[in-house]
């Protein structure tokens, strides 16, 4: 029959036990393997076909295992346990989290996150990769931090898709409806009492969307579905799936991310005090909180003002093809009624968001973001730089080294990777209660000899078995449905062997991380491979875009040549990663691979992920690992610099790391000293966790986050209302002014000198400024300088000049004595910049003037 409604019948729990049902609902039980253990003990085999999802698991338990289960005294104990530590997580004492003590004044705002997908669990397939992961671990630690947080995003009925391998080595992608009845969601109810439903109008129809509720932790996440009454076929389909369809599916998705997400936040009576967009398909929030304002009486510069205020943006994506952009045909058609009312005309509407191609013109969600937001920020140290770079032109009168765009580097959440032994391990050696000294880099340093280097290895060891039996009874499930003979599927029960050096190769198949690098030298490959002294294997896993026919070719080439004769067995190519996977291979793995081309990997997090897990990592110096390898902890591959030809970046590197494995790698795993253990290889192992722990935990980003930019802002917004907007009305005006002086500036300046001073000698320089509107109140006259370093001019200091008057053709004087204490070769230049309150504008405004 035709299916009408899904319901999922629980059985009657024994009130002993009854709030296993409310434990499901709550995704804390995520990170802690002692609540997943509730329900395992109930039944093993039943928690693993439920795909480790409690409330899947609780809808098909046999009611008479809840019954003996309520009657089992240990069992009863271990529930006990974990409902103690669940109500005093969930109910800490005012001061008890992190955030409390610090900030316990601002208990009571909230922080709304914005994200297209977050990677919470296995069982809740609506992330993609590394972007939703990072989103996932971000509410956990912010719930275990204790942030006032709530998360905004897609609560995708079909996910992202499920992968197959074809026996030719293609990719398939297939997606499976996910039942919201399966889902430990609730709707979400509002203030009124009602489960709330907002709309956003679409291209000649209205379009709505109901809010669920997922709580992870103590943060709530609101997650949007368009596949209710009374949308269209065609709009219940628009949240369906995780980065599919067209570019009118893609723009339609963000008006309801970001729009929509405003307005669900309206209706559920949550004003944030401040604003983070989790990369910039969320942008068009920006432009909703500014109708919003302009609704109440604010022009569009104001409003601007007004939202920029309180808002973060971090990008994510060095590569500009991951930066979404729609022409300007599609933006008349989804926004020709909605810019009359920020008060804007067409023009105005495409140039705010103006992104200026070969082929001309289109409206990119990054500049939106980057306008629309007052603080800006990259996911690693070269990251930040590349992304200075990368969005210059948004401030033309700025030097690269001043564009506004900082940087938080990326980091784990810790318990939601860590192995189970290895948690034990820490427990037993390093302190009971490790986990709350994560982020000390003390404690690491202080304490991490006293893990014995013959347990380490032993744990590792168990860790390493468990993948191989994993890898092995996947790899049987994918060629059974190959329909291979069983003499070729019995060969997996001996594939992979426990005491070669096993590297693992895990993410994304983007053609930028280069996932055949290894295979430049097949022959040199095949002699590392197959050397019986010193066997390696390789085991790759990861998805490629549906749509990506270059990355789904790689993913091809590794298949055939995992099954050619010369490497069967030795490479090795498993089907559908994802979280539960990679568990595994981060902590089951010798060693892990990531080979980007430099600088196109803007973080990383599975490296780090192994490094908690006692694994070295052998990468590309780029991401995190640029601020991570210290020569100790790991290995590098090819030089820290960029190419311009990607084919001899390739080689280079091709050639850097098999030089790295023969010489270094591979010789160290397999030098044994007593009880057959490798001493060097595991103070390299030791070495990862002491340094990547605490540097690359989500705790320390989270904490960077909450000092550097959501307290400030928060507290930039407490005064933002006052007096009808007086303070945005004042600084939208003086900007507005600003911009149309500018153009009549004029800067002259004497005192030019080409030669030579002795240290302690100096020179007097004069600068006169004449401008139409603006005087020295708005003004900033700097002299900046620093030394030459090949024929490049290094600003390094900044003086302010003093004003001294108004001379009688309307200019203002400038002077300064510049005496420099330092030795050796320098330039110098004055720049004027806009001031305001006597605080410079330069970065907020873009403008710059230099003599």
């Not at 995708?156 to 009845?181: M, W």
């Not at 085991?539 to 990506?548: E, R």
Request: net charge negative; proline share 5%; aromatic share 12%.
């Amino acid at each position: 029959m035709k299916v009408y409604g899904r319901l999922t019948i629980f059985p009657i729990m024994p009130a002993r036990i009854n709030r296993l049902y409310e434990l499901a609902y709550n995704l804390w039980w995520s990170w802690h393997p002692e609540a997943r253990a509730l329900y395992r003990m109930l039944d093993a085999d039943l928690w693993e076909q439920a795909g480790h999802n409690p409330v899947r698991f609780l809808s098909a338990v046999e009611p008479s295992r809840l019954e003996r289960a309520a009657e089992d005294e240990d069992y009863l104990q271990h529930y006990d346990h974990v409902l103690r530590d669940f109500d005093h997580y969930m109910h800490p004492r005012p001061d008890e989290t992190w955030f409390s003590s610090s900030y316990p004044e601002l208990v009571d705002k909230t922080i709304a996150y914005f994200s297209a997908e977050f990677g919470l669990h296995e069982s809740l397939p609506i992330y993609s990769g590394g972007l939703g992961i990072l989103a996932g671990d971000h509410c956990k630690e912010a719930s275990d931090l204790g942030l006032p947080l709530v998360g905004v995003g897609f609560l995708y009925p079909q996910g992202y898709f499920h992968q197959r391998i074809t026996r030719e080595g293609k990719q398939e992608a297939s997606y499976d409806k996910l039942h919201f009845s399966e889902v430990p969601a609730v709707p979400a109810i509002g203030p009124d009492g009602q489960e709330v439903m907002i709309s956003v109008d679409l291209p000649g129809r209205r379009t709505y969307a109901k809010i669920w509720k997922l709580m992870v932790g103590r943060v709530p996440l609101y997650l949007m579905d368009t596949d209710v009454a009374p949308n269209t076929p065609g709009d219940r389909e628009l949240s369906a799936r995780l980065y599919a369809g067209d570019r009118e599916m893609r723009i339609s998705q963000e008006v309801i991310l970001g729009i929509g997400g405003v307005r669900a936040l309206q209706a559920l009576g949550i004003t944030p005090s401040a604003w983070h967009l989790n990369e910039g398909h969320a942008a068009f929030l920006s432009l909703e909180r500014c109708r919003e304002l302009i609704a109440s009486g604010l022009n569009f510069s104001e409003a601007r003002e007004a939202v920029t205020v309180n808002a973060l943006f971090t990008t994510h994506t060095p590569v500009p093809a991951g930066n979404d952009t729609f022409n300007y045909d599609l933006v008349d058609k989804y926004f020709g009624n909605y810019w009359g009312q920020l008060g804007l005309d067409r023009d105005q509407f495409m140039e705010i968001a103006r992104e200026d191609h070969g082929w001309g013109p289109s409206y990119g969600m990054t500049v939106l973001a980057l306008k629309l937001t007052g603080k800006h920020n990259g996911v690693s140290k070269l990251h930040g730089d590349v992304s200075r770079k990368m969005w210059q032109f948004l401030w033309p009168g700025l030097d690269v080294e001043e564009v506004p765009i900082d940087f938080i580097t990326n980091g784990v959440h810790t318990f939601s990777w860590i192995a189970p032994e290895m948690n034990e391990l820490f427990s037993r050696y390093l302190d009971p209660q490790w986990g709350r000294y994560v982020d000390d880099p003390e404690f690491w340093t202080s304490r991490i000899q006293n893990i014995p280097d013959n347990e380490l290895w032993e744990v590792h060891l168990q860790r390493k078995r468990a993948l191989i039996a994993y890898a092995r009874q996947r790899l049987k499930q994918q060629h059974l449905r190959l329909g291979e003979e069983a003499a070729q599927i019995d060969e997996f029960d001996q594939m992979l062997d426990p005491n070669a050096l096993l590297i693992g190769f895990a993410r994304r198949f983007a053609t930028y991380k280069r996932a055949t690098l290894l295979f430049q030298d097949l022959e040199r490959l095949h002699r590392l491979l197959n050397n019986p002294q010193r066997p390696v294997q390789i085991i790759f896993a990861g998805k490629a875009h549906p749509a990506d026919e270059p990355g789904k070719a790689l993913i091809e080439q590794i298949y055939r040549i995992s099954r050619s004769d010369e490497f069967k067995g030795k490479v090795v190519l498993l089907e559908n990663y994802d979280m539960h996977m990679a568990r595994y291979l981060v902590s089951g793995t010798d060693l892990w691979l990531n080979n980007p081309i430099r600088p196109y990997e803007a973080s990383g997090t599975s490296g780090q992920k192994a490094a908690l897990n006692g694994q070295p990592n052998c990468s590309i110096l780029d991401g995190w690992w640029a601020e991570g390898y210290n020569g100790k902890n790991g290995w590098a591959i090819g030089e820290e610099r960029e190419y311009h030809d990607q084919n001899i970046q390739a080689e280079a590197d091709s050639l850097s790391l098999y030089q790295v494995l023969e010489d270094e790698i591979v010789p160290l795993f397999f030098e044994r000293g007593a009880g057959d253990i490798p001493y060097g290889w595991l103070s390299y192992m030791k070495e990862a966790i002491r340094t990547c722990t605490p540097a690359f935990s989500m705790r320390r980003m989270i904490k960077e986050y909450a000092t550097r930019y959501y307290v400030p802002l928060i507290e930039q917004n407490k005064h933002v209302m006052d007096d009808n907007y007086r303070q945005v009305r004042e600084q939208a005006a003086w900007k507005e002014r600003v911009q149309r002086a500018w153009h009549s500036l004029e800067l002259y300046v004497d005192g030019r000198r080409d030669g030579q001073l002795s240290l302690g000698e100096g020179i007097d320089i004069h600068a006169w400024v004449r401008i139409q509107e603006l005087g020295p109140d708005d003004l900033s006259i700097e002299l900046v300088y620093g030394p030459i370093s090949n024929e490049q001019a290094l600003p390094q200091h900044t003086l302010p000049m003093a004003y001294v008057k108004r001379e009688l053709d309307g200019s203002y004087r400038y002077d300064i004595h510049l005496a420099p204490e330092e030795t050796g070769s320098i330039a110098y230049n004055i720049r004027v910049t806009p001031k305001q309150g006597g605080q410079a504008k330069r970065s907020e405004m873009g403008l710059n003037r230099w003599a």
